[in-house]
């Protein structure tokens, strides 16, 4: 029977991606521990934390998506900090952190009402797939600031002699989440802290796609890579190919930035919550054997969507579906931190787009100037019958 995992990237407000995935994949209704009951590893960081957190209160896919989508839910994540000097720099010169760490606790805990104060080592307690020896293993990251290295939360203790041991957390869910999802520089205004520790994001310790993260633990709990399986669902990532000659430059290309020590900060921040160029699904891919059952290419399925520019029947680049340029350049400019609404209606719209194969999804591997698939699918539905022929293994 091979072993299942969930991954689910970090990306704030972009999550509602991963939901709306979901629900695709089973349905509005579906409950989050049907969903889980799919699976026998599930590893999120940051957003997709959030979205774990929603599937562990057992809620329906539908109010999951409410998390992100309803307004007041994500300004209740999202709340202004209250340190005064924080504030001021931030909106005179729109760099540094702009919400409130305590506030976001507050707001995943009023979310998460049955789960987020029971400690991880018991979250999942009786949660398992149909013939499987062990209740699903949750594994969130997060980066520990003291010790300046990743730090993983867990629901039951992955290790023995050749691995070293890895502890259960007994951290609340809510808590874990929170460090999980503490995002730094542009975004939060202290780090989350834990008893005596103190956590960022787990993007800063490499993991906003957690998939890598995920396969280790399952080899270190015994699980032969051969044997492995995952589902990764990103949350929307910016590829520009390189300006062909034929076309003048614009807003569909990739081009050189400015440089120098304010931009570098800010886009130094910035990378430490993206994934280019995917390099864990890849490695992910590498560790568990590379190949997959027909029709799939690997035993780890990539799911995300990309904002680029799409070939039209001419070979012409051009925005995906009927946008216009300017409906794409500001769909690239969102923040991780959306809040107004219609920000989060484009981020919506671009997702319909994707489902319908009309926005492309990210392979693995790819050319990145023409963005031509190497391993991985350039469509949802693609990527949906790989997931579906992976799960056939049993």
């Known amino acids: 029977m091979a072993f299942r995992i969930l991954s689910l990237d970090g990306g704030g407000v972009w999550a509602l991606i991963q939901v709306r995935a979901l629900i695709q994949l089973y349905s509005p209704a579906t409950t989050g521990h049907e969903v889980l009951a799919d699976f026998d ?38 709340q202004p900090t209250t340190k005064a000097l924080i504030g001021l720099i931030s909106g005179l010169t729109s760099f540094g952190p702009k919400f409130s760490a305590k506030a976001k606790l507050s707001a995943l805990q009023a979310l998460m009402p049955k789960t987020g104060a029971q400690p991880l080592s018991l979250v999942a307690s009786g949660l398992r797939r149909a013939g499987a020896a062990n209740d699903l293993h949750v594994l969130i990251t997060s980066f520990d ?5 990743a730090c993983f939360f867990r629901s039951a203790q992955a290790g023995s002699a050749a691995w070293g041991v890895g ?11 929170h460090a999980s999802s503490n995002a730094p520089v542009n975004y939060f ?22 998939v890598l993260a995920g396969v280790t633990e399952a ?20 590829h520009l190919p ?31 919550t993206d994934d280019p160029p995917d390099i864990a699904s890849f490695l992910a891919h590498v560790m568990t ?43 690239t400019n969102i923040s991780m931190a959306a809040l ?17 194969d009309k926005v492309y999804n990210q392979p693995m591997r790819m050319q990145t100037d023409t963005l031509s698939p190497e391993l991985g699918y350039r469509t949802f539905s693609g990527a949906w019958a790989a997931w579906n022929a992976c799960k056939a293994l049993g």
């Open 219 to 238: 080899i270190t709990l015994g699980v032969s890579p051969a044997d492995i399986v995952a589902l990764s669902i990103g949350t929307g990532i910016t």
């Open 340 to 356: 107004p609404q219609p920000d989060v209606d484009y981020i919506s719209s671009f997702t319909a787009w994707w489902l319908a």
């Open 41 to 78: 590893l599930a590893t999120a960081n940051s957003g997709g934390s959030i979205t774990l957190g929603g599937l562990l209160e057992d809620l329906p896919l539908s109010t999951v998506l409410g998390y992100f989508e309803t307004e007041a839910l994500r300004r209740s994540i999202f």
């Open 167 to 177: 502890a259960a957390s007994d951290v609340p869910l809510a808590q874990a989440i």
């Open 289 to 331: 054997g590379g190949g997959g059952p027909a029709p799939a290419d690997s035993r780890i399925v990539r799911m995300n969507p990309m904002i680029s520019p799409t070939l039209d029947a001419n070979q012409n680049w051009s925005p995906p579906g009927d946008w216009t340029m300017d409906q794409f350049v500001y769909l």
């Open 145 to 149: 600031f003291d010790r300046n290295g």
């Open 242 to 272: 390189g300006p062909p000659a034929q076309q003048p430059a614009s807003g569909l290309f990739a081009a050189r930035s400015e440089q120098g020590f304010p931009i570098d900060v800010a886009k130094l921040a910035g990378c430490i």
């Open 189 to 210: 205004d202290e780090p989350a802290y834990i008893g005596d520790g103190r956590y960022w994001d787990g993007a800063v310790a490499g993991c906003n796609n957690p």
